[in-house]
């Protein structure tokens, strides 16, 4: 049974020299603070249901499901702004659509 997102957004990778992830992320569904605002939200990147693999300076179209939505969910719109962390910033992203 697929998870239904909360939001699509375009995620884009930070290159190594800007401090990106020297691993690629698999195909799977990734885990890490989504952060908006000034504020870190739990997440899950659902690579697995668009079969991608997602590497440094790359960017893609990804769905994105968080832990707790009714906390970020009402906050976002399509162009809101945001970054992911891995002990650092490893990427930012906008939001494509609020899914529901």
Request: glycine share 8%; proline share 7%.
């Amino acid at each position: 049974m697929a998870i239904t997102p909360d939001i699509i957004a375009r995620v884009s990778l930070a290159d190594e020299k800007s401090g990106g992830r020297t691993k690629t992320i698999p195909a799977e569904s990734f885990g890490c603070p989504f952060m908006f605002e000034g504020e870190a939200f739990d997440c899950r990147l659902l690579f697995d249901q668009v079969g991608i693999v997602l590497a440094a300076g790359i960017s893609a179209t990804v769905p994105i499901k968080f832990l707790y939505p009714k906390l970020i969910k009402p906050r976002l719109r399509p162009g809101s702004h945001f970054k992911l962390w891995e002990l650092r910033d490893f990427a930012e992203g906008e939001v494509l659509e609020v899914v529901g």
